[in-house]
């Protein structure tokens, strides 16, 4: 049976809007090729009132950033009714929580840097000055600073010396209340993208990371031209191994359901080390789930297709 009409939803208010757009119309050109009836639609006042009136046969999103990853609006979709591609809501609230992820990641037997979960307000209330030197004391340093929740890398920088770590803890927290600060593991930064089929996840090829100046931060991601990506990774053939049991694995732990990407660092002995989970991949022309599929030679409207139409039949059971 034919898919009838559909909608992807992109946009939103997050700090990550514009890119969601580019991944939504992407996703929308990509079905439309294939003829499937599709719209594209904001994650605004108006949706639910569309969604109400034109039921969709299923949802595809796109949204990235707060309540696009963080399980809000896919609560909204599961009360209407609607069918909806992706992981479910409690799953992706483990998963938008970067040190909850990390732990449940953990205890499944990944590789995870050592890390420490602040609030602004403990470095208020206990001395900036002072937690900052028992986070160095303990964790050494170079450090990773990073949101707790979010992505595209806001807020996120590398710390080589103490006398940096201040400034990387303000812009942090221009992007959150509170601050994941983890060893920087260094070696081979990659993507494993995760898709299910016939009800189980598969890992795609994964996807080296080589970005000008060493950083992959927003602007090496979404600006054609300033970052190299490679793939398959330059990989030995255990460590691609290792990095693709580890996306496998944290699919299955954090619960996700029909795709994921996995970011990891493969150290020099070989070990991949888990980051962080993507529940909402971007789709935009330079990013990392839509090179994994040409990599495995798949086409990025099929996938999106199937789901769509396994959302609608999973549904209708």
Not at 100 to 115: C, E
Not at 234 to 263: I, K, M, Q
Not at 293 to 310: E, I, P, Q, V, Y
């Amino acid at each position: 049976m034919e898919l009838g009409h559909v909608v992807v939803l992109a946009g939103g208010l997050s700090y990550e809007r514009e890119v969601s757009l580019r991944s939504g119309r992407r996703v929308v050109d990509a079905l439309r090729a294939l003829d499937v009836p599709v719209e594209l639609r904001d994650a605004d006042a108006t949706l639910l009132d569309s969604l109400s009136n034109d039921p969709p046969d299923a949802v595809l999103p796109v949204l990235h950033g707060a309540a696009g990853e963080d399980g809000a609006i896919r609560d909204v979709l599961e009360l209407m009714g609607v069918p909806y591609v992706g992981s479910r809501p409690d799953a992706c609230r483990v998963a938008w929580d970067k040190p909850t992820a990390k732990a449940v990641v953990r205890q499944a037997g990944l590789n995870t840097p050592a890390s420490v979960a602040l609030p602004k307000e403990v470095f208020h209330d206990l001395g900036a000055s002072s937690v900052l030197d028992h986070i160095v004391r303990r964790l050494g340093l170079p450090l990773f600073v990073k949101p707790t929740r979010g992505g595209s890398a806001l807020g996120g920088s590398v710390v080589q010396e103490a006398t940096e770590l201040p400034a990387a803890m303000v812009g942090c927290f221009a992007y959150g209340d509170a601050a994941l600060v983890e060893q920087y593991i260094s070696g081979t930064e990659v993507a494993v993208s995760v898709i299910e089929r016939d009800g189980s996840p598969h890992a795609l090829p994964a996807v080296e990371i080589v970005a000008a100046g060493g950083r992959y931060d927003y602007t090496a991601r979404y600006d054609a031209g300033d970052t190299e990506f490679i793939t398959p990774a330059r990989l030995t053939p255990e460590a691609a191994e290792r990095a693709t049991h580890a996306a496998v694995t944290a699919h299955r732990a954090l619960g996700l359901r029909d795709l994921s990407r996995t970011d990891l660092i493969i150290d020099d002995s070989g070990e991949a080390h888990f980051l962080e989970v993507n529940v909402a991949p971007g789709m935009t022309e330079t990013s990392l789930f839509p090179r994994a599929l040409t990599a495995a030679s798949l086409d990025l409207g099929s996938l999106c297709k199937s789901l769509l139409a396994n959302a609608r039949s999973s549904t209708s059971v």
